[in-house]
Each structure stands twice: as C-alpha cells, then as structure tokens.
C-alpha cells in the first residue's frame, strides 16, 4: 500500500549547519508530496509542496526535489536557525493523505 | 485572516463521559478531516467528509462520531466507547479532496481523559 518512511531522530545540529531529513515513499499511482512543520503546542503548517517528478518545492530556505527513480522528497536547508526547531513531517496524496511519523528537528545555538 | 479554529485548546473529562470536540473554518473548503496524533507518531485519519451532510470513516474510526451539518462546521464527539482516547485532535480541510490540494490544519485539541 501507499506509505510514506521518514528517518528518525530528533535530529541536533548547531546553528548555520546544514540539514538533510530524509523522507522515501511507496505509492501505486503519481502522488503530491508534502512537508510539513510542526512547532511546540500546534497544529501542522504546510512548507512546501511538488507536484510531478523533477519538481522542487522550496520555502523559507527550505528545499525538496521530487525524484521518482528513487522515490524521495528529502528536506534541505542549507544554514538552519534555531527557530527552525520543530517536528517536520513528510507527506504524499493520492487519494488520501499519508504521514510519516515525523522527524525532530533540534537547533543549538 | 481565513483558517481553522479549534475548541477548546485543552479539554480535560472524566472516563465514561462523551466529548465534543469544536473545528470552524471560514476559508470555505469542501474537505474536513479529523486526525488523531499521539506521542512520536504520525498522524491517522478517524473521519473526513467531502460535502455537507456526508462523512466517511477513516483509519481508526471506532469510538468516534462526526457530522457535518453546515459547510464551515464539523464537530468531533469523542465517546466512553473510545479505548484510549487521551490524544492530541487535529482538524484539517482542504479546498477539494484532489491529489493537488494540501490540507490546512487548526492549532489542535489536547483531550486528557482520566
């Protein structure tokens, strides 16, 4: 069936780092993923979104690039803040939303 | 500013006692949904309606009861018949259920049972 796999953390870096969350899926048909971030006490907030293979979503210094060879959608961000601490999780649609089970994101300054 | 409000933030009930849990959205979606989050897992789906006045069960819809009586409106009751119902609530819409469309969430409902 359709599954979306993230990996695990938290995840700790220092300010200005570079970080890569990993995120693969499985889907039977042609899916629009998702990433999602997810502060302390809150709902889940979109941050960017593809569509069709080769697209990049990108938003606030994030990246992801839909890559259907290797069915992946991992996040990048090339310098992380510490407002950048949050749970992110990654998302496909076909018919349904799919989740993972998120990642933790923590910055240390 | 258009979005998803949720009520209460925190709700706290005795075992054996319904809840109903409140999502109003003013952005004028077709789609609501009802997710389920609960410590370092993702999110599950226990009921999501397309159109007023219909609703489908989704992945873990035991114990729980929606309606959807007016487009920007879809209550959650959470019943005694819920095994373990202490969980964070989350709604969602979406402009229509297509492939394209992402869902917007509200800020969520801490239900605490005991």
């Known amino acids: 069936g359709d599954s979306v796999t993230q990996m695990e953390g938290p995840v700790t870096l220092s300010e200005e780092a570079f970080l890569t969350i990993n995120c693969t899926y499985t889907a039977t048909g042609y899916p629009s993923l998702f990433w999602y971030v997810q502060y302390p006490g809150e709902g889940l907030q979109l941050l960017l979104k593809?569509?069709?293979?080769?697209d990049k979503g990108s938003n606030k210094g994030f990246e992801a690039t839909y890559r259907k060879e290797t069915t992946s959608f991992h996040l990048e961000k090339g310098s992380v803040q510490v407002s950048d601490s949050a749970v992110y999780f990654c998302?496909?649609?076909?018919?349904?939303?799919?989740f993972g089970s998120g990642t933790k994101l923590n910055v240390k300054p | 500013d258009g979005g998803i409000t949720q009520s209460p933030k925190y709700l706290f009930r005795k075992e054996g006692q319904n809840v109903t849990l409140s999502c109003e959205q003013n952005?004028?979606?077709?789609?609501m949904y009802w997710y389920r989050q609960d410590p370092g897992q993702g999110l599950r789906l226990i009921y999501y309606?397309?159109?007023?006045?219909?609703?489908q069960k989704g992945d873990i819809a035991e114990g729980y009861s929606v309606s959807r009586e007016k487009k920007e409106s879809f209550p959650l009751t959470v019943t005694s018949a819920q095994k373990n119902p202490t969980a964070f609530y989350l709604c969602a819409s979406s402009i229509a259920p297509d492939r394209a469309s992402p869902l917007h969430f509200g800020n969520g409902t801490r239900l605490t049972v005991t």
């Open positions: 309606s397309q159109i007023v006045n219909d609703f």
């Open positions: 593809a569509t069709k293979a080769d």
């Open positions: 952005l004028n979606h077709d789609a």
């Open positions: 998302a496909l649609t076909i018919n349904k939303f799919y």
